[in-house]
């Protein structure tokens, strides 16, 4: 059986103080096994990075920046056997996959803009003949720690600037999918990256903390949980580095009456269950405004969701697959009971799906649950699962303090006509990312990623122009040049 | 006998859990009482800025720059009034209190300019007929703590751009000179201010404390002591809030061969010995590079510093004041101590000034002392005196290799004609600031102000374009509309 | 009877050619004269702003911002003084004039932010050891040439920016109107500016001429109507100088279905009849989609525009004024005449206004004229008077057509409350400033203000970000040090 | 013989007026012809361009930045190809010809940029509930002309960047070396780019003026001679388009007496005599500051010029190839014949060289000539030949004086040790890019190229930001949603 290993000053490396099970999720068998490094491993990789950073800084911006041109054409020649390695570890259907890649190759494409990016800004004459100006300087090693729901992008969201800003990068990928982490990590190789600036450690709480903790690392960037992330940023920043820690999300959409009804059934299909709903942005939570806009949403969607299947990742008629473990299956399915059991009404039921083949697999039908209310257990945490829940309200105004109440503050969306809604929803609302008839927006890779509240720990967002800043020091120099010495021809003889 | 109190929701305020003693430093004598708030008023302040907060956010950001326009004229117009009242308190003498003012006014003028920098970036078609932009919205209640040895500056590199990016503010000054912040923020309101939007609290840890844990203050502004700094930081980071902390420092200038002599001592001079050396900036340590720059180096200071004046802040010929306290004269004095004992050679030896009238006042006079080597404690730990300490080294390497092994990052400078060194100097030194013949390279209002390695916790550097960063939150919105509804001519009934 | 001058090297001057009749235009009387420069007067203006330029250049950016800032104080105290001026030989009524005041201040202030503007862009390491950076330096003497419907915010929205940029400056204003340009431009010294960065010179053609081929004008600036604005831009472009020309408009709403009726009728009230019209964004054309909009609207503007008063400036009970002069009282009558000739329907007919007491002014009534089409003279061309024409069209694309085949593409709104509407609209629609309902969507003085088409010749806009760059050119310096001379020891003899 | 046709809206098309021969300048031999476009031919090609701007607009910038991602993956497949296509008809040497391609090649990496690059600004709450944008939208069709001595690069320079902003494009390459262009146009339909959005038309001064004065062309860049340069851009300007004219140069060295002269001489011979001196940014005159750098100069600039190779394309051990015409080399020899006559000394002579085996090649030598004066014909004038002047002066404002005494103000550089006279050179010199130690201080790809004087007509810089300011137009939104409609829960019923 294959083992999943460690990638350090550019060689493979297999250290490991045990082994663990990597599942395939359709079936539910173990498929492969996966290195996890010993402290020592961690340092090693961490040391490489150090090695390697001096030159590295050292190295112009458009050259960094040619690497990551070069690595776009390598991610997208290599597609297939990427979205093949995502689907077999994490089940999400190729398509999918794919998507996600194409999402992890913008920012790559963002990352070619380097030498823009880091310009600094020069004032001439700050006082007489004096200039002044700043520089965006590298941070040296910083490290990655990333979740299972997208293995490939989310490291993607990462590495690319991180390295391209001058720096040298550890990554901890999931251990639950750690191949595809591996793979384009190896690949930037080919595409002219010097050994030792970009390396992956398979591990566990001990890589974790030898990460938080080394002298070395200047900063972390995180994504997964919200108690996680919340050790992270602290550890972190009791340990003197910069930290950004991403947590969980609850991301609601209000459905308006005057709302394109058709069109919002259609946009929360894909919002709701896409990748079984294992996504930070899934949109979980439908708040309907006013009885009609209710039961029409939940009429079309109920009728909308019958043809939906689930089901393996190569078979595109798919539209999502597993969740990712047995455990969270069962999770998954505790949530909708304990609805359920708290009075809401289960108007489409994923609990026990069959699919013929896989019988093993960790898979969750699509669920609609209506009438769900602000105290259910199932309304104040993330559930992680295909599963939509609607909240039925009077006003707009009522929905917006839903929202506004909640713990998270990731992503929202309000589906309406109406310029004042969308403008007043959009001013209003305590959430760091806001679509308008657009249920997962998700910024663009130009812009940046990033929630409030308990969705995010640290100053700054994930990615674009908010992660050159993250994975760059400001430095400031002010410059006087005091005698006007060779331009008056005088001669200034140095000492001998 | 006069008592400082507090400024919560635009009344003063004198609830007191104990009063302090402010003393005249030129005296030695306690010149006036300062209100210690207990928790119960610095949450009542906390309140105040609380319920301010809504209706100023919503205030456009051209408004809110109009109140710094006002305030910009109204601090000038009582400038001699607030230069008189730091020397009083602080000791510094009146024009080197009117420099600082002046630096703190730069802040204001800088923010100003909110429209402009408050603007967020406009993406048209991130996909078809789909638009993103960012905001930069304010992030509520933020608190600002200052140290004594600029009572008017340091509060202005704060709350000015936190205010105007929309947030509302509690100070908590320093409680060894506390009028001045009081003051200048009782003329926010006679720049027409609201009420609540600014607020001032005197006190101590308890008042720190309370800031730090209060679930309704977002962020936390901090300049101080590296220890202070270190604790601010984890706590507020710990409790959900960003903060950047400023800490110590020991600014080293590099003086080379070719440097213009003259120059270098004249700058030296001001750098080294004004405002007492109290001065998070002070050029503390001069490293003289080859046998020949170090003697003229001393021997020109030597010279330079014998009509150097210490006494007291209202009479302009003197150069600098007394230190902050008793206790602080005795530390500074034990590290010129420290030194001779291990082996310096006190060149210039101010340990016992005489000022006449004023024989209780708490000065030092201007120190050199040259043959200080990098293990003594008076190289390694900040002094915060009026003492200049010279090292001898041969090559411009070891001088960069010394600053890049001190623990502190805040300032430093290098003395040279020659294009070659500073370029390299600038790009390889490991500090924050950094000035070519420019010894206190205190980065203009329009730029931002930060040290490296444990002179500031954070991301974000204070005041200039890193403030705006820092006292607002990013929200990115993505907007679709999806049906040609009224365009097209098409009646949607509204549900009735 | 008062002679208005020039301002030349900061005296005044009154030579001229001939003196010309400046009235007064409520009463019809001569109420002052403008003395008409020769062509020495003009060049002695340009000689004195090319005398102050050098000096002027080299002030720091912050030391000519702080004249902005004293500038705004000033131009505020002076409100009424200048309110009054401008209200005396133009005509507009005093809250209008404070209006006009209002936004000529606001370009002001963004001339504050010049150290913020001004920033280059510094790149470390373009290649190896490599640095380069832009900086944008003033361009030298450059001149505004202003129209006399805006006296004080045309000429606002050129000189704080030019100057503040670092060049000196010649106005040419308006001859109908003078005494306000000079004026604020006398109070710049008061504010601290020296003599001769500002100089004003009042003219005819040969003035303009003799700006417009002098070798030591660098750029010239010119707001006015379409013919004159491009013989301004293509003299000054064969004669070298950078020009940026604003000419005529013609400035459509389109009124959807949906509007909110009673605001569109408040906002067209003001846009259409404001300084009575004489406004290049002065919102003319109405178009209506659909027979019922198009009716309602016409009945609600009836009724709105029946309390409408016109009449004299002092009185802050009007409305609005007379118009600039007798001549072109009788040409917008004449633009009503043909309309009605050509089969429009005057709805509201304001060719014969009685103004007790003022029966000599030059005063034309609010008016509405109906059922106008494309083919009418008061269609195709700019009224520049109190005129509201309604066109009826029966879809929304048809209203964009007729916007998009006009020859002018100054400002445009649409009133809708559908994002859609508003988002293609604003999208496909071929004018520089678009109002989602906003009917003078005038940008505010951080943006920037500019037509398309026949509106604009030149290829950056008015006042805002794009003024900064207008009113500098872009040097790009790259930088390398070739040999670590000082740093590594080495002696270099300097020739002797 | 082959014949260089033309490619509009995706074809090749050999319309001519008449063929007119293409040289192999190393041989002096016809080797190709060229198709001379009628004016109907050019119409055509406009209005290929003109049918495919409105879905090229529309097509998401991100898509459009994918072409240029592509095609810079294709420019370096096809670098032999088009190494070699440049030498055979400019005969400059396939490595330099290499670096040309190169250059070109960034400008395409820059383009790859486009969505950051067109972010507008956007402001919240210009008023209340009033929000602002600025989007940059394209122009429609733009044109450009581009010179013989950079057939790859001058071309890159500017349709990347205009097509990724959303234009469509017509370029005019010099008939003298026409192959390369359409080649590289041909390789962007393989990118991806739809046809009709770039066409290139062979043609003569009908063609050029064809695009000037064509109403559907709405910009036009161009590169060229000063005198053509004045023509192309007064003649754009009063066609109601926006131009940028780029014209000749006399780029001057300071060499100052603390010049590392080892590296001096070496930094001079490449950029003196590379690509035969047939470079806008050639570096022609040396200004020796001294008699000592003086006559240093001439005697390293004598003994290194000694090896340099004159020679065919194909052979990397070439230093550079012949000139682009027989006339051209008539006209360079005739300059180095009258600074001769006019009292120079003729130091290295290039005037005949002798070629083996291409004695009909229009070869020149490395000449250098010494003690120029500023009166001589060959001072005045661009030689654009391998031809090296030594001017000597006393001081370095004699030195500067010289050159703002030029009339071109293109390129410039100092070389010197000093940071005082660095910076003091490149505040004061009235030339818009500037070398410290940089002979040719070409701006890299993400700032922009520009001189000052008549070395450029217009506004905007040629590449890097400011291309993008020229390839679009800004337009300015202003909203604001009147009435809570949907949001209040009020019913509006749309007309029926």
Redesign the interface.
Known sequence: METIGHLIGGQLSYQASRTQDVFNPATGAVAKQVAIAPKATVEEAIAAAQAAYPAWR?T???KR??VM?KY??LLEQHADKITAMIGAEHGKICHDAAGELQRGI?NV??A??A?????????????????????F?PLGVVAGITPFNFPAMVPLWMFPMAIVCGNTFVLKPSERDPSTALFIAELLHEAGLPAGVMNVVNGDKEAVDTLLTSKDVKAVSFVGSTPIAEYI??TA??N?K?CQALGGAKNHAIV???A?MD?TVNQLLGAAFGSSGERCMALSVAVAV?Q??GDTLVAKMQEAMAPLKVGECSDKTNDFGPVITQEHKDKVVGFIDSAEAQGATVVVDGRNPVIAGYENGFFVGATLIDNVSKEMDSYQQEIFGPVLQVVRVD??EQAMQLINDHEYGNGTCIF?????????F??HIE????????PL??????????G?K?SL?????AYG??AV??YT???????????????E?K??????
């Open positions: 050292n112009p911006p458009i920046a040619r041109f776009k054409e913008e494409e963002y070619c803009g030498p823009e990016l880091l310009k600094g800004e020069f004032s001439k004459n700050v006082g007489p003949s004096i200039d002044s100006w700043s520089e300087q940023y602290s920043s009791a003197g910069r308006m009456p005057d394109d069109n006013g009609e806009a006003t707009m309406t006509r109406d310029g004042e809604a969308a403008r007043y959009s001013d959430v760091g990312m806001v679509g308008i008839n657009v927006p998700v910024p663009v890779a130009y812009h940046s990623f990033g409030w308990r720990f640290g100053d700054l967002h122009p908010d800043r993250f020091k400001r430095k400031t120099i002010t410059q006087r040049w005091p005698s006007a010495g060779v331009r021809g001669s200034f003889a140095f000492p001998s």
